[in-house]
Every structure is written in structure tokens, then in C-alpha cells.
């Protein structure tokens, strides 16, 4: 199902931070998190609280709802944490993000997407923003105490989360109660109605705590926001629909992983065709032929939203997993782009871009691996070059591409060094290996190629 044309252009919004998400456990459930939906977590407490002989039969009137649950429970023991240590809380704490989880950081990180509101307990969001080096660029908030530490984007843990005390989860109605009474409503209103677009995801199953919860936060956002609900069912088997006031036009019938990858796609799409302007304007300006941009950009975009920021982080020489795009980043992987379709015009190759940063040349016979860098303007020869030596010897394994000793770099001041093609740069004739001591490297001005295609041809002997 496509995405509503309003939330295709947020998403794509050149301002960004149009949109607030806010999430369930249907988000945690999608493999490989793979986390019990809260009615199975429910169920599997109340055996074990039964087994232990901490409840009698009878004592829990409904056991698949979680909020009916802990107040049973608080009201035989007086606190909650005999249901909390019930509870899958190493599945918590060691949850796996999935593909959503990792897009939806890199939403944030683009900043595409303003604020996270989650209901869940888990840490897999926070582990996807680890993944992709959020670092201090999205903040983390654990529950109302800490609402000083909101940034420019914000992971909100609306119930705590399982790094809290046990006692400070928000599991029963009179816990809920008291944390909207002490502000928290406050704080998530503010945020979520400073965006024009809040989209429900992730609401698999249902609970008190969960609908009080999600009412609460529909009545704060009023009228001035769009609100929308996503979700694999029809509408009409929606737990939540009639409680959002969501009508078939707000609501989007597609899981957690889907909704994302959809928002991911779109908002490829508007960085690529950046570059692509970048690479019209450079052609322009230097006066080059025209190289097949579309279909470049074709194969950029099919990379995915993480993939693609990993090849930013690889072509720029980051140091970050993931690299957002920044300010003059287009220009330079413009410059990059055009050399690849030179040599693919030149040669009659085809290019394949991996995120690892290595380029795959393949004719009908052969096929060659180069990897791509640009010194952004700034480097020297010298650094550069000892920079890529540092990075193949401490490559992680399980690469998408073989070792290549052969670089294609523009951006670098200075003089160019003087190229000398190794014997050999086939893909299958890789037999030494820069870990075990080989240090030579090939290095391809893309100027150089510009100016003396015979270069390439020397590569490509």
C-alpha cells in the first residue's frame, strides 16, 4: 500500500522534522527483535506467578491484559516487581533492532523524522541508534525525570523503560494515572503537537495501560495535528482505530518494517536526486559530457537508506557506520559519481556501488573491484593513502567486496601521485593480502582520468 502524499512529502521535507512517531509492542514483535506481544508476556507472568505461589487462582480477573495483571499483583504484594522479574527482561535489554528499529534511527539522524514516542520497554530503538553512531545527535529520555535532557530528536520511553527501576514501570492504571498527573502529559504534548504529522505504529495488541495511554496522548494532540494510524489489518480489525478516530483516509495498512522501508524510500529518493542536481550543475560548470546520472542514481537508491549512508561514510572517509547527509556532501559524491560513469562509458562496464565503499567494474569476461574515496577538499596524498591501508587492516569481515589495492579518489589537494597499475586488479587474483603485509596501493586520481582516459584503459588491461 503507498504511503498518503502527506506523509510522503514530510518525510522528504527539505525543513525536516515533520513527524512524531509513536510506537507499540508490534514494532518489538517483527523479527529478528522478535519480542512477545504484551498479551503473551501477560499470559507466560501469570503461570509463572501461579507456579511460584505468589497468586492464587481467582486473583487476576482478566491474566491475558498486562495492566489487570499488575494491579493484581500489586494488590497481593504491594509492588509490582514480582511481575516485572517475570517478565522477558534479558529479551529486553539484549533486543535486536530490526530493519525498522535501524531506518527509523536513520530517519532521525536525517532528521526526517523530529521525536520517538515509544510504549514498549525494550531497548532495541536504542541499539539501532548505537548501530548507525547516533551518538549525541538523537537524545535518549527514560521517563519524566529526565525531560531535561531533550534535544533536536528525541527517543522517548513513555512507560519507562527496562533499564528502570522495577517499581518505576508504568504497568498499572493508578502508576499511569500518576505519571500524566505529574506532567509527563505536558512534556509529550508539547512535543508532539509542535509536529504537524503523528503517525501510530506498532499497536498489536491491547491493554489498559496501553489504551488509557494511547487516549491520553489523542486528546493532548487535539485538532491541530494529523494523526495516522499504520498496521498490517484491515481497518476494520483495528484494536485501535475507533479510539484514535482514525477513517480509512488516515489509516495505512502496512506493518512496522514495511511503513519504514516505505518512508526510507521516498526519502532516498530525495537525496539522490541532490546528487543528481550536484552532478548536472558540475557538468555544467566543467563543461564534461553527459554520463548516464539516472541510471546511477537508479542504483544508488536500490542500495536502501542504510546501505546508502554507509557508502556515504565509506566514499568520505568517516569514521561513523552511518554518515547523514550534510551540507556540500552532494557535490562531493557528485564528483565521485561522474568518474564512475566516465569509466562506464569508456570501457563499456557496468558499475555495481556497495556500502562498503568498493565499486565492482564487470565487462562480459572480467570483472575488477575499486574503491571509491574523496579527500572532501581538504587531504593530502600522504594521509589518505595511509588512512586506506588503516581501514583494510582493520576491516571487519563478511564484507559485501574483496580487498581492492586499486583507489579511484577526487578531492585531494596537492599534486596527484603518479599512477602505476598493479599486475593485476581481477577480482579472482586477490592472493596477497594488505593484512599480511602487502602495503601497496594504486591510487586513481579522478581528474587524472579525466584529463587521460588511457588511464583507465591501463587499469582496465
Known amino acids: 500500500m503507498p504511503l498518503p502524499p502527506t506523509l510522503l512529502e514530510a518525510i522528504a521535507a527539505p525543513e525536516g522534522g515533520r513527524i512524531v512517531l509513536v510506537i507499540g509492542a508490534g514494532c518489538s514483535f517483527e523479527p529478528p527483535t522478535g519480542i512477545p506481544l504484551a498479551r503473551e508476556c501477560s499470559r507466560d507472568a501469570h503461570r509463572k506467578l501461579l507456579a511460584d505461589g505468589v497468586l492464587q487462582d481467582g486473583d487476576c480477573a482478566d491474566p491475558d491484559d498486562l495492566s489487570v495483571l499488575a494491579d493484581a499483583v500489586q494488590a497481593k504484594t504491594g509492588r509490582q516487581s514480582a511481575l516485572v522479574s517475570r517478565l522477558p527482561i534479558t529479551q529486553f535489554k539484549n533486543a535486536t533492532p530490526n530493519d525498522g528499529h535501524l531506518i527509523t534511527a536513520a530517519l532521525m539522524l536525517e532528521g526526517a523524522i523530529a521525536n520517538v514516542v515509544t510504549l514498549n520497554f525494550d531497548l532495541a530503538l536504542s541499539h539501532a541508534l548505537s548501530q548507525v553512531a547516533a551518538k549525541n545527535e538523537v537524545s535518549i529520555v527514560k521517563g519524566p525525570e529526565e525531560h531535561h535532557r531533550l534535544g533536536r530528536a528525541n527517543v522517548i520511553y513513555l512507560h519507562r523503560n527496562v533499564e528502570a527501576d522495577p517499581e518505576q514501570w508504568i504497568l498499572t492504571t493508578e502508576a499511569l494515572a500518576k505519571a500524566w498527573r505529574n506532567n509527563w502529559e505536558e512534556v509529550i504534548a508539547r512535543f508532539a503537537t509542535a509536529t504537524p504529522i503523528i503517525v501510530f505504529a506498532g499497536l498489536g495488541s491491547s491493554c489498559g495501560v496501553l489504551q488509557d495511554s494511547i487516549a491520553k496522548l489523542r486528546n493532548a494532540l ?70 548516464s546520472v539516472a541510471s546511477l542514481r537508479d542504483r544508488l537508491t536500490a542500495l536502501g537508506l542504510i546501505a546508502f549512508g554507509k557508502l556515504r561514510a565509506a566514499w568520505l572517509l568517516d569514521d561513523r557506520t552511518y554518515l547523514k547527509m550534510e551540507e556540500g556532501h552532494a557535490d562531493l559524491i557528485a564528483d565521485l559519481l561522474l568518474a564512475i560513469g566516465l569509466i562506464e562509458r569508456i570501457e563499456g562496464v557496468a558499475a555495481t556501488m556497495n556500502s562498503d565503499g568498493i565499486v565492482e567494474f564487470r565487462s562480459a569476461t572480467h570483472h575488477w573491484y575499486v574503491r571509491v574515496a574523496s579527500g572532501r577538499g581538504v587531504r593530502r596524498w600522504t594521509s589518505i593513502e595511509t588512512e586506506l591501508l588503516q581501514r583494510e587492516k582493520y576491516s571487519a569481515t563478511g564484507t559485501h567486496s574483496p580487498r581492492s589495492r586499486t583507489v579511484l579518489i577526487a578531492g585531494v589537494t596537492g599534486p596527484p601521485r603518479p599512477v602505476t597499475p598493479p599486475v593485476s586488479i581481477l577480482g579472482d587474483d586477490d592472493d596477497d593480502s594488505i593484512v599480511g603485509g602487502d602495503t601497496h596501493l594504486t591510487l586513481l586520481d579522478v581528474d587524472q582520468i579525466r584529463l587521460d582516459p588511457t588511464k583507465i584503459q591501463e587499469m582496465f588491461a
Open 222 to 291: 487535539g485538532s491541530g495535528s494529523n494523526v495516522y494510524l499504520a498496521g498490517p489489518d484491515d481497518i476494520d480489525d483495528s484494536l485501535f482505530a475507533d479510539e484514535l478516530k482514525i477513517t480509512a483516509r488516515d489509516y495505512v495498512q502496512l506493518g512496522w518494517v514495511d511503513l519504514m522501508r516505505a518512508f526510507s524510500e521516498r526519502l532516498i529518493l530525495e537525496l539522490a536526486n541532490k546528487i543528481v542536481r550536484a552532478c548536472d550543475d558540475l557538468t555544467y560548470k566543467e563543461k564534461w559530457p553527459n554520463e
